[in-house]
């Protein structure tokens, strides 16, 4: 029962784009498209359950004084192997989400959970929570890219919705179309979370 609250939790409650609005950089600038959601969203939450499992591991042994840099060495190091990977077996994804892929390490939301959960709770509960935390990342992404690759490319995951010449919302691939989405759903998820409050009262 309590591994599964630390697995749902990330998903709603404490979503980290739509409740939590933590870690917005990478979501604003590469959901230009579902493909990209999913595949920023997949590589943060393969660092999530690594990096927090390995560092509720090591949680004793680590200095009080040196834990914030510990945690962002050991962040950076499945970081690296996501990089890496990515560039030798997805080298188009990996040119498009570019620079993104590197910053995990310094993602508000990978940092969060390793100080406020995975140094103070047992690995299995930290990767659980890890893991979680990291669906509600990439189901944020992935709604929010498809969303935006709908309504400006009339395209989903790289198929026409669309006939060719067909006018689109090309704002919706801009900067401006993800503050406006982004705006737009969690203004929604506000409305469903006030209603599920009124019905429980």
């Not at 560092?55 to 996501?82: E, G, M, N, Q």
């Amino acid at each position: 029962m309590v591994l599964w609250k630390d697995l749902i939790r990330g998903l709603w409650a404490e979503n980290p784009t739509f409740r939590l609005n933590i870690g917005l950089c990478p979501v604003l600038a590469v959901t230009t498209s579902a493909i990209n959601g999913v595949s920023m969203g997949v590589a943060t939450t393969f660092v999530l359950v690594c990096s927090s499992a390995l560092i509720s591991l090591l949680k004793r042994i680590i200095p009080d004084k040196v834990r914030i840099p510990a945690y962002i060495i050991v962040i950076a190091t499945f970081v690296t192997i996501v990089d890496l990977v990515m560039h030798a077996y997805l080298p188009d994804l990996h040119s498009v989400l570019g620079l993104f892929i590197p910053l995990i390490v310094v993602n508000c939301i990978v940092l969060g959970r390793a100080e406020a959960f995975a140094a103070k709770n047992s690995v299995v509960r930290s990767a659980v929570d890890g893991l979680g935390m990291g669906l509600g990342f990439t189901w944020a992404l992935t709604l929010l890219g498809s969303i935006r690759e709908i309504l400006g490319a009339g395209s989903f995951f790289g198929h026409a919705l669309v006939a060719e010449g067909t006018t689109t919302l090309g704002i919706m691939s801009l900067p401006p179309g993800a503050f406006i989405t982004l705006g737009i759903l969690m203004a929604v998820m506000n409305m469903v979370s006030a209603r599920q409050k009124r019905k429980v009262s």
